[in-house]
């Protein structure tokens, strides 16, 4: 009932054992003409997933549960992950590998991944400085990034403007009320992923007061399709960090210092990931210079 356990299945080479997916299945392409669709996100057609007759259905979060009792009342096995960070998107991807007995595969997989996110940790590293980037996953309201992205944000070269919020797991408690703080934090790159809506970033320039903040001022104004960014899977791990990497290197191959500063101090609970063992436990703050990030 969800796209990153299809996307993964696919990965380990497992995809004759799914008998259906989420409509909103877009990786691997070929999944999409090859699976039914049984579902969406937050309803799904019991029926027709009844009739597949399922050894296991693989679901996400709390929005599924709903769905996840109603087909456990029915008799069919659930399992529903709940993975908002970088840490905990090994470790689901490591479940999976061991129920469908690729332990060897999905390691080698997640190693492969691993050393991509400290690859492009190590080039960010050169950057003159990191900038401030500000993740809006709906415009109306404005809702900022979620943990995931917000890591990889961190791991890509930047810092989350609103690092307070990523810990927030529902998106409404990640709404930002008032327009002007995003406008007081001043970042430096504004990245749209509007959930499927197409981003418009001349209409995020025209709003009111924002003239001002330095990446409307410098054009930096991106979207990353919700497709590779907000499944926390694969997708996130590969090709949505490496749009914002490319996002942010390319941003600092022209940062100049007149650009002026945030307004408003980051609060100090923006930690970043640290890069651990895959499937691992290790997620410890990675500590700027001269600052200490809780």
């Known amino acids: 009932m969800t796209e990153e356990t299809t996307e993964w299945l696919y990965l380990l ?7 259906g997916i989420s409509g909103y299945t877009v990786r691997p392409r070929r999944a999409r003409e090859e699976k039914p669709k049984v579902s969406a996100f937050i309803n799904a057609k019991i029926d027709k997933i009844l009739a597949l007759k399922p050894d296991c259905v693989f679901g ?3 929005m599924q549960a709903d769905i996840a009792a109603e087909l456990i009342r029915r008799g069919v096995q659930v399992t529903i992950f709940n993975q ?16 469908v007995g690729q ?8 190693q492969t991944m691993l050393e991509g996110l400290r690859a492009i940790e190590k080039t960010a590293a050169a950057l003159p400085r990191r900038p401030r ?3 809006e996953e709906w415009d109306e309201p404005h809702i900022s990034a979620i943990r995931w992205v917000s890591e990889l944000i961190g791991i890509a070269g930047g810092d989350d403007c609103f690092p307070e919020l990523a810990a927030q797991p529902m998106g409404k408690n990640r709404i930002i009320a008032d327009g002007a703080e995003i406008v007081r934090r001043n970042p430096d790159i504004i990245i749209g992923s509007w ?21 409307v001022r410098s054009g930096q104004l991106f979207e990353v399709k919700s497709t590779d960014i907000l499944q926390p899977g694969p997708a996130a791990l590969t090709d949505g960090i490496a749009h914002l990497h490319r996002i942010i290197m390319a941003w600092g191959k ?18 970043r990931f640290a890069l651990g063992r895959p499937g691992g436990e290790t997620v410890a703050p990675t500590p700027d210079a001269g600052e200490s990030k809780a």
């Not at 905990?88 to 999976?96: A, K, N, P």
């Not at 332990?103 to 997640?110: K, P, T, Y």
């Not at 100049?256 to 945030?262: F, G, I, N, Q």
């Open 103 to 110: 332990v060897a595969r999905g390691q080698a997989l997640m």
């Open 84 to 99: 908002r960070s970088v840490a905990e998107i090994f470790s689901m991807m490591s479940q999976v590998a061991a129920m």
């Open 13 to 19: 080479g497992e995809e004759a054992r799914i008998v």
């Open 60 to 62: 996400f979060s709390d």
């Open 195 to 215: 959930c499927g809506k197409k981003f418009r970033p001349e209409k995020v320039a025209a709003r009111a007061g924002w003239q001002d903040v330095n990446a």
């Open 254 to 271: 022209n940062v100049t210092p007149t650009l002026v500063a945030s307004r408003t101090a980051l609060p100090p609970e923006g930690a």
């Open 133 to 135: 980037v500000f993740f």
